[in-house]
Protein backbone atom coordinates (compact mmCIF):
# COMPACT_ATOMS: atom_id res chain seq x y z
CA UNK A 1 0.00 0.00 0.00
CA UNK A 2 2.64 2.40 0.69
CA UNK A 3 4.69 1.05 -2.32
CA UNK A 4 1.45 2.43 -4.91
CA UNK A 5 1.03 5.81 -2.76
CA UNK A 6 4.85 6.18 -3.74
CA UNK A 7 4.35 5.58 -7.32
CA UNK A 8 1.30 7.94 -7.48
CA UNK A 9 2.87 10.88 -5.62
CA UNK A 10 5.57 10.74 -7.93
CA UNK A 11 3.94 10.48 -11.05
CA UNK A 12 1.66 13.82 -9.94
CA UNK A 13 5.44 15.60 -8.78
CA UNK A 14 7.08 14.20 -12.55
CA UNK A 15 3.22 15.79 -14.15
CA UNK A 16 3.49 19.12 -12.09
CA UNK A 17 7.61 19.81 -13.16
CA UNK A 18 5.79 19.16 -17.06
CA UNK A 19 3.55 21.96 -16.87
CA UNK A 20 6.39 23.75 -14.81
CA UNK A 21 8.54 24.26 -17.62
CA UNK A 22 6.01 24.15 -20.20
CA UNK A 23 4.50 27.47 -18.17
CA UNK A 24 8.46 28.90 -18.21
CA UNK A 25 8.67 27.75 -22.10
CA UNK A 26 5.75 29.72 -23.28
CA UNK A 27 6.76 33.11 -21.04
CA UNK A 28 9.86 33.03 -22.63
CA UNK A 29 8.46 32.51 -26.14
CA UNK A 30 5.78 35.62 -25.03
CA UNK A 31 8.65 37.79 -24.34
CA UNK A 32 10.65 36.48 -27.37
CA UNK A 33 7.69 37.46 -29.52
CA UNK A 34 6.85 40.75 -27.73
CA UNK A 35 10.62 41.90 -28.14
CA UNK A 36 10.99 42.96 -23.95
CA UNK A 37 7.72 44.85 -23.66
CA UNK A 38 6.30 43.53 -21.09
CA UNK A 39 9.29 43.51 -19.17
CA UNK A 40 9.77 47.51 -19.68
CA UNK A 41 6.62 48.10 -18.96
CA UNK A 42 6.40 45.94 -15.83
CA UNK A 43 9.49 47.50 -14.76
CA UNK A 44 8.44 50.88 -15.48
CA UNK A 45 5.81 50.43 -12.73
CA UNK A 46 8.27 48.69 -10.04
CA UNK A 47 10.62 51.61 -10.49
CA UNK A 48 8.10 54.70 -10.19
CA UNK A 49 8.66 55.06 -6.92
CA UNK A 50 12.06 55.54 -6.97
CA UNK A 51 11.73 58.42 -9.62
CA UNK A 52 13.95 61.83 -9.23
CA UNK A 53 11.96 63.85 -7.78
CA UNK A 54 11.33 67.83 -8.02
CA UNK A 55 14.38 68.64 -6.44
CA UNK A 56 16.37 66.85 -9.06
CA UNK A 57 14.15 68.08 -11.97
CA UNK A 58 15.38 71.78 -10.86
CA UNK A 59 18.83 71.11 -10.35
CA UNK A 60 18.83 69.95 -13.99
CA UNK A 61 17.19 72.59 -15.54
CA UNK A 62 19.21 75.18 -13.60
CA UNK A 63 22.34 73.41 -14.84
CA UNK A 64 20.27 73.67 -18.74
CA UNK A 65 20.35 77.06 -17.78
CA UNK A 66 23.67 77.73 -17.02
CA UNK A 67 24.76 75.69 -20.33
CA UNK A 68 22.47 78.16 -21.86
CA UNK A 69 24.12 80.65 -20.72
CA UNK A 70 27.78 80.16 -21.36
CA UNK A 71 26.78 79.23 -24.89
CA UNK A 72 25.54 82.79 -25.43
CA UNK A 73 28.20 84.83 -23.52
CA UNK A 74 30.61 82.98 -25.66
CA UNK A 75 28.71 83.71 -29.02
CA UNK A 76 28.90 87.65 -27.82
CA UNK A 77 32.63 87.16 -27.29
CA UNK A 78 33.08 85.79 -30.68
CA UNK A 79 30.34 88.48 -32.41
CA UNK A 80 33.03 90.37 -30.75
CA UNK A 81 35.83 89.15 -31.73
CA UNK A 82 34.96 88.76 -35.88
CA UNK A 83 33.53 92.51 -35.56
CA UNK A 84 36.92 93.44 -34.48
CA UNK A 85 38.82 91.37 -37.30
CA UNK A 86 36.06 92.89 -39.78
CA UNK A 87 37.56 96.27 -38.47
CA UNK A 88 33.31 97.37 -37.94
CA UNK A 89 34.18 99.64 -34.63
CA UNK A 90 31.44 101.83 -33.61
CA UNK A 91 33.72 104.55 -35.50
CA UNK A 92 32.48 105.34 -38.85
CA UNK A 93 35.84 107.82 -39.75
CA UNK A 94 37.07 106.45 -42.98
CA UNK A 95 39.63 107.89 -42.20
CA UNK A 96 41.28 105.62 -39.44
CA UNK A 97 42.90 102.67 -39.48
CA UNK A 98 42.23 99.38 -38.72
CA UNK A 99 45.64 97.40 -37.56
CA UNK A 100 46.08 93.91 -36.08
CA UNK A 101 48.53 93.23 -32.82
CA UNK A 102 51.67 91.25 -33.66
CA UNK A 103 54.01 91.90 -30.87
CA UNK A 104 53.38 93.16 -27.13
CA UNK A 105 55.29 94.29 -24.36
CA UNK A 106 52.66 94.85 -21.77
CA UNK A 107 54.95 93.94 -18.74
CA UNK A 108 58.19 95.32 -16.93
CA UNK A 109 59.10 99.08 -17.88
CA UNK A 110 58.78 99.32 -21.65
CA UNK A 111 55.32 99.01 -22.26
CA UNK A 112 54.20 98.90 -26.06
CA UNK A 113 52.50 97.13 -28.42
CA UNK A 114 53.81 96.90 -32.52
CA UNK A 115 51.32 97.23 -35.62
CA UNK A 116 51.31 95.70 -38.50
CA UNK A 117 50.90 99.05 -40.20
CA UNK A 118 53.19 101.41 -40.77
CA UNK A 119 53.89 104.72 -43.08
CA UNK A 120 53.19 102.70 -46.44
CA UNK A 121 49.50 102.72 -44.99
CA UNK A 122 49.66 106.27 -43.84
CA UNK A 123 50.31 106.06 -40.02
CA UNK A 124 51.93 109.14 -38.69
CA UNK A 125 54.31 109.62 -35.27
CA UNK A 126 51.76 110.96 -32.56
CA UNK A 127 48.51 109.40 -34.41
CA UNK A 128 46.65 108.34 -31.54
CA UNK A 129 45.31 104.58 -30.88
CA UNK A 130 42.29 103.38 -29.54
CA UNK A 131 40.96 99.64 -28.94
CA UNK A 132 37.63 98.30 -26.95
CA UNK A 133 36.81 99.83 -25.00
CA UNK A 134 38.92 103.40 -24.88
CA UNK A 135 42.19 105.26 -25.66
CA UNK A 136 45.18 103.00 -25.74
CA UNK A 137 48.23 105.26 -26.36
CA UNK A 138 50.12 106.86 -29.20
CA UNK A 139 52.15 105.74 -31.96
CA UNK A 140 55.88 106.24 -30.62
CA UNK A 141 57.84 105.61 -34.08
CA UNK A 142 56.82 103.76 -37.46
CA UNK A 143 58.52 101.82 -40.56
CA UNK A 144 57.47 100.82 -43.50
CA UNK A 145 55.12 98.38 -42.81
CA UNK A 146 54.55 98.49 -38.95
CA UNK A 147 54.36 101.18 -36.17
CA UNK A 148 55.29 101.05 -32.59
CA UNK A 149 52.50 102.41 -29.75
CA UNK A 150 53.17 103.45 -26.74
CA UNK A 151 50.89 102.66 -23.83
CA UNK A 152 49.28 104.35 -21.18
CA UNK A 153 50.90 102.41 -18.24
CA UNK A 154 54.67 103.08 -19.80
CA UNK A 155 56.28 105.65 -18.28
CA UNK A 156 57.04 108.04 -21.15
CA UNK A 157 53.65 108.38 -21.35
CA UNK A 158 51.89 111.81 -20.15
CA UNK A 159 48.68 112.88 -21.54
CA UNK A 160 46.65 115.38 -20.64
CA UNK A 161 43.17 114.24 -19.03
CA UNK A 162 39.28 115.32 -17.99
CA UNK A 163 37.43 113.82 -14.87
CA UNK A 164 34.16 114.29 -16.63
CA UNK A 165 32.00 114.27 -13.45
CA UNK A 166 33.70 117.33 -12.15
CA UNK A 167 34.98 119.01 -15.59
CA UNK A 168 38.41 119.16 -13.85
CA UNK A 169 41.50 118.77 -15.74
CA UNK A 170 44.39 116.64 -14.75
CA UNK A 171 47.98 114.67 -16.32
CA UNK A 172 47.40 111.32 -16.68
CA UNK A 173 51.38 109.41 -16.29
CA UNK A 174 52.58 106.22 -16.59
CA UNK A 175 53.76 104.19 -13.51
CA UNK A 176 55.12 101.43 -15.64
CA UNK A 177 52.27 98.49 -14.17
CA UNK A 178 48.71 98.04 -15.02
CA UNK A 179 47.63 101.29 -13.41
CA UNK A 180 48.70 104.24 -14.86
CA UNK A 181 48.40 107.76 -12.03
CA UNK A 182 45.95 110.84 -12.39
CA UNK A 183 47.91 113.94 -10.85
CA UNK A 184 45.12 116.82 -10.18
CA UNK A 185 47.33 120.23 -8.97
CA UNK A 186 44.92 121.16 -6.24
CA UNK A 187 44.72 119.93 -2.98
CA UNK A 188 40.51 120.37 -3.42
CA UNK A 189 39.71 118.65 -6.02
CA UNK A 190 36.67 116.89 -6.92
CA UNK A 191 37.46 113.50 -7.29
CA UNK A 192 35.38 110.26 -6.46
CA UNK A 193 36.38 106.16 -6.98
CA UNK A 194 34.06 105.31 -9.74
CA UNK A 195 34.67 108.72 -11.09
CA UNK A 196 35.21 108.47 -15.40
CA UNK A 197 38.56 109.62 -17.03
CA UNK A 198 38.31 110.67 -20.83
CA UNK A 199 40.65 112.77 -22.97
CA UNK A 200 40.85 116.59 -22.48
CA UNK A 201 39.15 118.60 -24.68
CA UNK A 202 41.97 120.89 -24.23
CA UNK A 203 44.61 118.80 -24.63
CA UNK A 204 46.88 119.10 -27.74
CA UNK A 205 47.85 115.74 -28.52
CA UNK A 206 44.45 113.82 -28.50
CA UNK A 207 41.35 114.13 -29.62
CA UNK A 208 38.76 115.57 -26.91
CA UNK A 209 35.79 112.86 -25.03
CA UNK A 210 37.95 109.75 -25.70
CA UNK A 211 37.04 107.15 -22.76
CA UNK A 212 40.47 106.01 -20.79
CA UNK A 213 39.56 104.58 -17.42
CA UNK A 214 38.12 104.40 -13.74
CA UNK A 215 39.53 106.26 -10.80
CA UNK A 216 40.10 102.96 -8.44
CA UNK A 217 41.31 104.83 -5.60
CA UNK A 218 42.47 108.22 -4.57
CA UNK A 219 45.35 109.29 -2.31
CA UNK A 220 44.96 112.53 -0.61
CA UNK A 221 48.12 112.27 1.54
CA UNK A 222 50.18 115.21 -0.75
CA UNK A 223 50.12 118.56 0.69
CA UNK A 224 49.29 120.12 -2.89
CA UNK A 225 48.08 117.77 -5.16
CA UNK A 226 45.81 114.69 -5.01
CA UNK A 227 46.68 111.67 -7.38
CA UNK A 228 44.54 108.76 -8.26
CA UNK A 229 44.79 105.30 -9.59
CA UNK A 230 43.46 104.84 -12.51
CA UNK A 231 41.66 101.42 -14.18
CA UNK A 232 42.03 101.02 -17.86
CA UNK A 233 39.14 100.55 -20.11
CA UNK A 234 41.57 99.10 -22.89
CA UNK A 235 42.95 96.31 -21.80
CA UNK A 236 46.14 96.13 -24.29
CA UNK A 237 47.13 92.40 -23.05
CA UNK A 238 43.90 91.05 -24.87
CA UNK A 239 43.60 93.35 -27.28
CA UNK A 240 44.14 91.97 -31.25
CA UNK A 241 43.03 94.58 -33.44
CA UNK A 242 43.20 98.49 -32.99
CA UNK A 243 42.16 101.66 -34.40
CA UNK A 244 44.55 104.30 -35.68
CA UNK A 245 42.78 107.64 -35.31
CA UNK A 246 44.00 110.19 -38.09
CA UNK A 247 42.95 113.49 -36.66
CA UNK A 248 43.99 116.77 -37.23
CA UNK A 249 44.30 118.15 -34.17
Do not use: C
Request: proline share 4%; net charge positive.
Amino acid sequence: MLIIRRISSSRWWHKKKIWLFFGIFLFLVFVRISKGYLYKDFFYFISKPFWPGQFQKEVILKSVDQEYLIKLNLLKKDNLRLREILSLQQSSNNDNISAAVISRKTGGWWRQIILNKGSKDGVEIGSTVTGPGGLLGRVSNTSLFTSSVTLLTSPESKLGVLVDRSQINGLLVGSGDDHPRLILYSKDADIKVGDLVSSSPSSTLLPPNIPIGIVQSVDETLQSKKTAKISLLAKPHVIDWVQILKVNI
